[in-house]
């Protein structure tokens, strides 16, 4: 079992709709979360830090965490075509707690 | 504010030849990681050096070697290059409780 899984994708989201990126992680221990995106060719960029459980929004991007089901995903409202990209899942802690561990990426394609 | 800056940018190598990726960081971070990234198989740490004087395997470290210079640098070398090593290497730095920020990354073919 990997440590941070993502479904790949490709996801494809009209514009102007709700884009919902899934995450799940083994370590129970777990203490931080990440979602980075990354256009083509370039390097991730972090978007969103989530700590504690519940939701936590920045302008149009809305993480959620549930330690419980050791689940994160992350909302994107009123998508744009400039979200296509790669969103990289990434946790740190418990047995990881000086390094992060990335998801292998969901590929999002939003549609005009 | 640069940031994290690596290079080269690019760099093609023949198989057995060896080379250093070079990376600084000036936000006077403790942490520092190198990631490479192949397709499918997303970011997959190296090395990383959690603060100056220590450093520490990844999920991948054979073929390589590091050198945390002072804390600003931390290097990676390749003793002999081997085609397997073709990737996007990826350096990176953060504050202690917060997520990386990236170095924009050295393509690099070995044939």
């Known amino acids: 079992q990997k440590e941070v899984e993502q479904n790949s994708g490709p996801l494809s989201v009209p514009e102007g709709a709700i884009a919902s990126l899934n995450c799940t992680y083994s370590?129970?221990?777990?203490?931080?979360f990440f979602w980075y995106r990354q256009y083509s060719g370039k390097s991730p960029e972090l978007i969103m830090s989530?700590?504690?459980?519940g939701d936590k929004e920045d302008g149009r991007f809305t993480a959620q965490l549930n330690k419980a089901s050791q689940y994160v995903s992350l909302l994107i409202r009123d998508s744009q075509p400039s979200d296509s990209a790669t969103y990289l899942c990434?946790?740190?802690?418990?047995?990881?707690?000086?390094?992060?561990?990335f998801g292998s990426g969901t590929r999002l394609s939003i549609r005009p | 504010n640069a940031g994290v800056t690596q290079t080269p940018k690019f760099q093609v190598l023949k198989t057995g030849q060896s080379m250093t990726l070079q990376c600084a960081q000036d936000m006077n971070h403790n942490s520092m990681y190198w990631y490479r990234q192949d397709p499918g198989m997303g970011l997959r740490l190296i090395y990383y050096s959690a603060s100056e004087g220590t450093t520490d395997k990844g999920e991948v470290p054979n073929g390589y070697n590091v050198s945390r210079l002072n804390k600003r640098e931390f290097s990676l070398r390749l003793e002999s290059a081997a085609p397997s090593q073709t990737s996007v290497y990826f350096c990176?730095?953060?504050?202690?409780?917060?997520?990386?920020?990236f170095g924009s990354g050295t393509r690099l073919t070995v044939v």
């Open positions: 989530i700590y504690s459980n």
């Open positions: 370590d129970r221990g777990s203490q931080s």
């Open positions: 990434a946790v740190r802690g418990g047995s990881s707690a000086s390094k992060i561990i």
């Open positions: 990176a730095s953060r504050p202690d409780d917060y997520g990386y920020t």
